[in-house]
């Protein structure tokens, strides 16, 4: 088995730590985005990292991009290795047993997975278990950390000596060579509409690490009776690097208000007529709470688009109350994607991280994650409405 490798210790190209002129996270979209690069004996290969918003990083987050450049195409650290190995067959538990009078584990039941005419994942899944699961093997290759790995051919040798070449399944020039697992996808937009073949990049991911207490936690829904989206604030990160949940803060706050007012006087309570009726007070638009923060649809260029916006002060006094988290970057203007915020409402926190490295060294920094949020909401919000006064 031949490999050709960039070793990427130092010849990955990118930057380690994203500038403030051109940050890695796209607050459009609520998800990072970046790139690596390097050479192999033919050209430079630039892996994008597109909507990652997880906290493990792997090579299915990356997709090739044939239209970017990162300097790469002068790195010269391309090595070339053969390796012999013995191949060992693939095992998974409820698999058929290779030998005859021999009973299978029966905490796992492929004949008894139900799957309907539609299913054809599921059906695809348990026919590899059940007629080919003894037909794979794993040849395992050792690669460093970093590195960009492409196979260039793989020689079987038999119990009698001979010699097949296998190739890969891109060109083996049949109808079914568009058939593709495990291969780097292209980028949307990149120029090209077939995956690199035999490529394999082994990022340097985490295996694992510790993560504080979010100091920061929005809230991204839909509101389908006030017929706006919300970004509501949870938590905030104070100024001395602590957590402050806003709703706690906004209930303090009617408190304190409430105590401050100077008590109404009460009118002599007059018994209505059965004929007068009941008196109606306007309302031009009902309170929201201060840390409810509005998602206005605009339409532009780049199709419809959701800005941020703000809520009046319930404090007695005039003005509006700006986001205070840096998710919701309150000084810029935040111009979200429609689409990225769905029916089932999206989760975005930010919170400390720490892990240690395969040399021991400590790191720690301030991530962003993003998950699924917990359906939709009410705000309460009504415009033009009339109540009876008490």
């Not at 990162?70 to 010269?76: E, H, I, Q, S, V």
């Not at 005419?117 to 950390?145: C, H, K, Q, S």
Request: charged share 25%.
């Amino acid at each position: 088995m031949v490999f050709e490798i960039q070793f990427g210790g130092q010849e990955l190209r990118g930057r380690l730590e994203p500038d403030a002129a051109s940050p890695s996270w796209l607050s459009d979209r609520l998800e990072y985005e970046f790139s690596v690069g390097s050479r192999l004996s033919d050209r430079e290969y630039i892996l994008t990292a597109t909507e990652y918003c997880e906290g493990h990083l792997d090579w299915y987050a990356f997709e090739s991009n044939q239209k970017a450049t990162l300097g790469g195409a002068n790195d010269n650290a391309i090595t070339q290795t053969n390796r012999k190995i013995i191949p060992a067959p693939v095992s998974f538990h409820g698999m058929p047993a290779a030998r005859f009078w021999e009973f299978e584990d029966a905490q796992i039941d492929f004949g008894s997975v139900d799957a309907g005419p539609t299913d054809l994942a599921r059906m695809l899944l348990v026919e590899f278990a059940i007629d080919y699961g003894n037909d794979w093997f794993v040849i395992p290759v050792e690669l460093d950390i970093g590195s960009l790995c492409r196979t260039k051919s793989l020689v079987i040798t038999d119990t009698f000596g001979l010699q097949t070449l296998i190739k890969s399944n891109s060109d083996s020039g049949d109808q079914n060579s568009i058939w593709r697992m495990f291969q780097i996808s292209p980028a949307r937009g990149s120029g090209s509409s077939q995956p690199e073949p035999n490529l394999f990049f082994l990022p340097p991911s985490l295996i694992s690490g510790v993560s504080d207490q979010p100091i920061e936690e929005v809230l991204f829904l839909r509101d389908e009776m006030a017929n706006l989206a919300w970004a509501v604030e949870r938590v905030i990160e104070s100024p001395t690097e602590g957590r402050i949940n806003r709703f706690e803060a906004y209930l303090k706050s009617q408190r304190n208000g409430d105590q401050q007012s100077p008590p109404a006087t009460p009118a002599p309570s007059k018994q209505p007529s059965p004929s007068t009726p009941p008196a109606l007070s306007y309302l031009l638009t009902t309170v929201v709470p201060d840390y409810w923060v509005p998602l206005l649809p605009v339409k532009t260029d780049d199709g419809l688009r959701l800005r941020r916006g703000a809520v009046l002060k319930t404090d007695g006094t005039t003005g509006f109350v700006p986001a205070l988290g840096r998710i919701l970057e309150p000084g810029v203007v935040l111009s979200l994607c429609e689409e990225e915020v769905p029916r089932e409402g999206v989760r975005v926190t930010r919170s400390y991280q720490f892990t240690r490295w395969i040399d021991g060294s400590s790191h720690c920094w301030l991530g962003r994650r993003k998950s699924v949020g917990r359906g939709e909401g009410s705000s309460g919000l009504r415009f033009d409405s009339l109540e009876r006064k008490a």
